[in-house]
């Protein structure tokens, strides 16, 4: 199974520019590293620079106010020809949505985030919202966050996983319309997940794959054990394909409420 698989085995053709964002949180599992796709551009928020080198990660750019980042990786950086943009310190955004910013200049179909978890609790709750920004409504954007595995879905979405294994579909930005899922044990059809609320937490996969759905808002899809669940080396890094856009819509969109839809008053472990 490959923990990023759009850019290995599956590869749309329209897809022909990934860019990877190495934020300042957690540094990443070197194997991690080594099941990410060919990227093209590749950025790091402020300390992130010093989690890329230590697992070997070549970075374009730097961007940050620059607190985080050690004085020595600042010091090789600025004698290289990686971009290094500086920010001031009182700023109305975080160094991870500068390094959104840079590598939307790109104009990258696809975004990968590693790197960030592990720190202050506001910082992660605002990087989560990030990832469903209407700004990267056009991009495909995926994150690895400790342990866990997040797919952002706008789209019709097929998700790798293993039987029996967890999968929560957060609603993000407000109410999500039209959720309809297929390979789940607790499947939607056309179902509202509103805004606040736990309804989509602790599904679980009953098949290799799972599709995700929506016709309104936007879905992150997690699965909070994906690298303890196979283990870091299963994820493999050339024939999987993990995550990736179905380019066609899956189930069907009916009416909510109905007997295959899951509630809270089910057993879903959460």
Not at 75 to 92: F, M, T
Not at 98 to 113: G, H, I, M, S
Not at 121 to 130: C, K, N, P, R
Not at 163 to 170: A, M
């Amino acid at each position: 199974m490959a923990l990023f698989g759009s850019g290995l085995a599956y590869h749309p053709t329209w897809m022909t520019c990934t860019a990877l964002i190495v934020a300042g949180g957690s540094r990443p599992d070197p194997l991690v590293v080594a099941a990410l796709p060919t990227v093209d551009f590749c950025v790091a928020a402020d300390g992130g620079a010093d989690n890329a080198r230590q697992v070997g990660i070549a970075i374009d750019a730097v961007v940050g106010d620059m607190d985080s980042i050690s004085h020595t990786e600042l010091a090789i950086l600025e004698n290289s020809d990686v971009e290094i943009a500086r920010h001031p310190a009182v700023k109305d955004r975080t160094d991870l949505e500068l390094a959104f910013d840079r590598a939307l200049e790109v104009q990258p179909d696809r975004l990968l985030v590693i790197g960030f978890g592990g720190g202050r609790v506001d910082h992660e709750l605002a990087s989560m919202a990030l990832l469903a920004s209407p700004a990267f409504g056009d991009v495909l954007v995926d994150g690895l966050v400790g342990s866990a595995r997040l797919a952002v879905v706008r789209r019709p979405r097929t998700i790798e996983g293993v039987v029996g294994e967890t999968i929560s579909l957060i609603p993000m930005l407000g109410p999500v319309g039209g959720v309809t899922t297929e390979g789940l044990e607790f499947p939607l059809e056309g179902s509202q997940l509103d805004a606040a609320t736990s309804r989509g937490v602790s599904n679980r996969f009953v098949a290799p794959t799972a599709t995700v759905s929506v016709s309104t808002g936007v879905v992150l899809a997690v699965q909070p054990y994906a690298l303890k669940d196979r283990g870091i080396g299963s994820f493999g890094g050339q024939n999987g394909h993990g995550v990736h856009d179905s380019g066609i819509g899956h189930g069907r969109l009916g009416d909510d409420g109905g007997s295959q839809d899951y509630e809270g008053g089910k057993d879903r472990g959460g």
